[in-house]
């Protein structure tokens, strides 16, 4: 036909290390690719190994990039042609992502949940609207209305509103605490929550035009107060079957809450005695390996079926988990107790992934960027699983079980 254009293939706003699965799953869906990033990530060896003709690297200078940023580079690099798929990577990439989405109308996750998920205030005033079970919490202006509203709980958990991987999060028991953090942070606005107790859960849970395709209930273990540093995920949780729906089917409900279309998600909640209670949401790439972990327990490519679903193709899932799988964060000891030949290869039984170069002592983490590596691995079932890690952490045969 005159004048007939081709569409682009697949644009992923943001890749960084994690992120690189999507342009070994794209090839495989026989897309052309274009990749904005920054120039940094582009230069590492393992993203270079995986750049190919296929594959157009848009690379971004600036280390402090804003919204529009993502957008405008996007839009240029694609032109008077749509995309047939646009994928966000991180946080800074979900608004970008989803302004090219519904320009161009193809799948998203929909302009409302990509705004709502990017502050907490926003998730928290949706969310009560819904009726979903939160903790109480407040919006603080200044440093005197935060602590009087801290007064009458005694210890509350304090957050940046527009934060990601747990920086700036912490509990604090005291005025003194409060007013340390505050002075550390400097935060314009900030979050006020109620503390909860429980275990602690996330759901990673697939939407396909408007409605859920697919969710697994991952368990977390962290080094507990005052900073929950996330040191451990397992796929799936091992919970009993009631606990296992309900979690998964609140996590469906604070998506629904947010207005969540077609994409990923990511809902982080507590188990308590009235039931699940969440913490937050996130309508992207989830980070920690999660993606790497659930695929293995569950025997998919989980970065495909995103890309699926962004091109608007049917997906491809399994109904029940294959095995179990697990990420798990070594401190600076374990790491020297580990047998490790090859730090990016299969080097053990069971282990699909390593990342593992340096890490300090767990007691000095106050976030998930203090960790220094990560380890996936995966067996039949739980039990086995538990026998992996002793076999990888021989110095510490008594470690937390699956």
Not at 20 to 42: C, E, K, Q, W
Not at 62 to 85: I, K, N
Not at 272 to 295: H, K, L, Q, S
Not at 310 to 323: D, H, K, N, Q, Y
Request: hydrophobic residues 40%; proline residues 6%; contains cysteine.
């Amino acid at each position: 036909m005159s004048g007939f254009r081709a569409p682009n293939g697949l644009v992923l706003v943001g890749l960084g290390s994690q992120g690189r699965p999507y342009l070994v799953a794209g090839r495989r869906l026989g897309l052309s690719m274009t990749v904005i990033d920054h120039a940094a990530n582009f230069a590492t060896p393992e993203t270079r190994r995986l750049l190919g003709e296929d594959v157009r690297a848009i690379p971004l200078q600036s280390d402090t990039l804003v919204s529009s940023d993502w957008y405008t580079a996007a839009c240029e690099a694609l032109g008077d042609r749509p995309p047939e798929g646009v994928v966000a990577f991180s946080e800074d990439h979900v608004i970008p992502a989803a302004l090219i989405a519904d320009e161009y109308h193809r799948p998203g996750t929909g302009l409302r949940a990509a705004l709502t998920s990017r502050d907490k205030t926003l998730q928290r005033a949706a969310f009560a609207r819904r009726g979903i079970n939160q903790p109480r919490w407040h919006h603080v202006h200044d440093f005197d209305e935060g602590a009087q509203w801290m007064a009458a709980l005694g210890r509350v958990v304090v957050k940046p509103i527009d934060r990601a991987g747990s920086e700036g999060v912490q509990l604090v028991t005291s005025l003194e605490e409060l007013k340390a953090w505050y002075g550390t942070e400097r935060p314009t606005t900030f979050l006020l929550e109620e503390f909860v107790d429980g275990p602690e859960f996330s759901v990673e849970v697939l939407f396909q035009a408007g409605k859920p395709v697919f969710a697994n209930v991952t368990a977390k273990r962290t080094t507990g107060p005052p900073y929950f540093v996330e040191v451990g995920h397992l796929a799936p949780a091992r919970l009993a079957e009631d606990d296992y729906a309900q979690l998964r089917s609140s996590a469906v409900a604070v998506l629904d809450a947010l207005g969540m279309h077609s994409g990923i998600a990511h809902v982080e909640l507590r188990q308590t005695d009235t039931g699940p209670v969440v913490m937050e949401a996130a309508v992207r790439t989830p980070g920690d390996y999660i993606m790497d972990m659930v695929g293995a327990a569950w025997g998919i490519d989980l970065f495909e079926q995103v890309v699926r679903i962004a091109c608007g193709r049917p997906v491809e899932l399994p109904s029940t988990p294959v095995g179990a799988a697990e990420v798990v964060f070594p401190d600076a000891d374990e790491i020297a107790g580990l047998r490790i030949t090859d730090p990016h290869g299969s080097w053990a039984s069971g282990v699909v992934l390593s990342t593992v170069t340096t890490a300090s002592e767990a007691t000095g983490w106050t976030d998930n960027l203090s960790r220094g590596g990560a380890l996936v691995h995966m067996a039949v079932d739980h039990e086995s699983l538990v026998q992996n890690r002793r076999c990888l952490f021989p110095a510490q045969p008594n470690g937390n079980e699956a």
